[in-house]
Each structure stands twice: as structure tokens, then as C-alpha cells.
């Protein structure tokens, strides 16, 4: 009887709150849209993920304005060419997980930072 209300509950806070179920693939785990950002984890070290940020910046035209990093997250805040501001962020979970997070436009454009994100796992190895 334990297992049906365990499964019993786990459904009712599925449907109450709105969860997505997306595919996950072999080097991205878990994707969330929460607050009007987009955040996925890749395995891989924090420099793997930001040169992979890097290049699919560059083939989405999005041109940086500002970057900073310190040991406990990188950040770059750039603009594509129709003035939409994007921010993204890199916080290291472990030697060999990143978290990426995508926040596109101030209230967060969900499906814009999924392209972003999709151009991303392009790029990272």
C-alpha cells in the first residue's frame, strides 16, 4: 500500500506544479525553466562548457558587452543583432560538471534560450 501512495504523490506534484519532461542526452542532464531562466548541466569542466559558450555565441551572432569570472561562477552578458539582451552563466557543480544557465531578454524568453541552449551542446564536447 506504501508504493501506491508514494506514486500516488509523486503524481499529484507533477500535475499541481507544472513539471516538463524533456529528453535528456549523454552529455546534458537535467533542463529546467524556472524564474525566466533556462538551466541544464553538461558533463564537462567549467572551461570545456565556456569554450563550447564561446563558439556558439559567435555562430548566433551574439556579441558580448561584459565577462567576468571568479571561482565560483563565469558570466557573460551579451546582445544579439535585434537588441535582445541574453546573460549567461557557468557555476562549476563538480571538476567535471558544469551548470549553465541562459536567462535571454529581461523576463526570459523560454524558447529563444532553448535554441541557445541547443547551439551550445553543439559545440561542447
Excluded: N
Excluded at 531562466?37 to 569542466?45: D, P, V
Excluded at 565577462?67 to 539582451?85: I, N
Amino acid at each position: 500500500m506504501k508504493p501506491f501512495f508514494t506514486l500516488l504523490g509523486a503524481a499529484i506534484l507533477l500535475s499541481s506544479f507544472g513539471c516538463a519532461v524533456m529528453p535528456v542526452y549523454p552529455e546534458m542532464t537535467g533542463v529546467s525553466f524556472h524564474h525566466g531562466e533556462l538551466a541544464a548541466r553538461f558533463a564537462g569542466s567549467l572551461f570545456e562548457v565556456a569554450e563550447g559558450v564561446r563558439k556558439a555565441s559567435h555562430r548566433l551572432q551574439l556579441a558580448p558587452v561584459r565577462e567576468s569570472s571568479d571561482p565560483v561562477q563565469a558570466r557573460m552578458v551579451t546582445y544579439d543583432p535585434h537588441g535582445t539582451r541574453v546573460v549567461i552563466r557557468l557555476i562549476p557543480v563538480t571538476d567535471q560538471m558544469t551548470e549553465i544557465r541562459i536567462q535571454a531578454d529581461v523576463l526570459g524568453d523560454e524558447g529563444y534560450s532553448r535554441r541557445i541552449l541547443k547551439e551550445v551542446q553543439k559545440h561542447v564536447p
